[in-house]
């Protein structure tokens, strides 16, 4: 059964099983409804018939990837997949649907806006979230994000695999020691770099946005 649909199964057991105990629930009805835990989003949208969060990030998912679709709209469909991951718990699903593979894999699209949203993604993915920051690393996401960060034609790109970057590193310390092992020898820190500490993680990011791009238009 859709977890939609069984949670809302189930609030509506309890929530009839609550008003069948009140004294009141059939002869007042000014009573209070009993309290309780509400319905998901996925619950909501069973219950009216649309798609769940979930179904939304597959769509938008294969929206991006396919060849058939103009590149314009596979930018509509990435705003959609980055808007849907702002959701900590979709960020967390991703896993679960596959996406982490598919995601990284844009980052190396031959177009710049393509690589941009991809970059931009991760980082919403992985903010301030460390499960998903555990799953960035998995997928060694972090050296091309740096590569796009120092040499990417594009500002935007640039700008964004920045972000994704310091979003991907800080308090988690495992993302952080390998982004530094990375840097170039000239960018890397003499001392250990505390992730928790947000002055020395800046110290570290900054240095890479202030770097000139190799390959700057």
Request: hydrophobic share 40%.
């Amino acid at each position: 059964m859709d977890p939609g649909m069984n949670q809302l199964l189930k609030w509506s057991i309890e929530n009839s099983e609550s008003t069948r105990n009140e004294p009141t629930a059939s002869t007042d009805p000014e009573a209070e409804r009993p309290s309780g835990p509400g319905l998901s989003q996925e619950a909501i949208q069973s219950l009216m018939g649309g798609p769940s969060d979930a179904e939304l990030m597959k769509q938008s998912m294969d929206a991006i990837q396919s060849p058939d679709v103009a590149l314009e709209h596979k930018l509509v469909a990435f705003d959609n997949f980055e808007q849907l991951i702002e959701i900590i718990d979709n960020a967390n699903n991703m896993q679960a649907l596959g996406l982490w593979t598919p995601l990284k894999e844009q980052l190396c699209h031959q177009d710049a806006d393509m690589r941009r949203m991809a970059a931009w993604c991760l980082g919403t993915a992985v903010q301030n979230n460390q499960k998903s920051q555990e799953r960035l690393l998995a997928v060694e996401a972090i050296p091309i994000l740096l590569k796009l960060a120092l040499e990417d034609s594009n500002e935007q790109v640039r700008r964004k695999a920045a972000y994704a970057l310091s979003s991907a590193v800080r308090n988690y310390p495992p993302a952080l020691n390998d982004l530094v092992k990375r840097l170039p020898a000239e960018m890397r820190p003499s001392g250990v770099v505390d992730a928790g500490e947000m002055a020395e993680v800046d110290t570290v990011i900054d240095g890479i946005r202030q770097a000139p791009s190799k390959n700057s238009s």
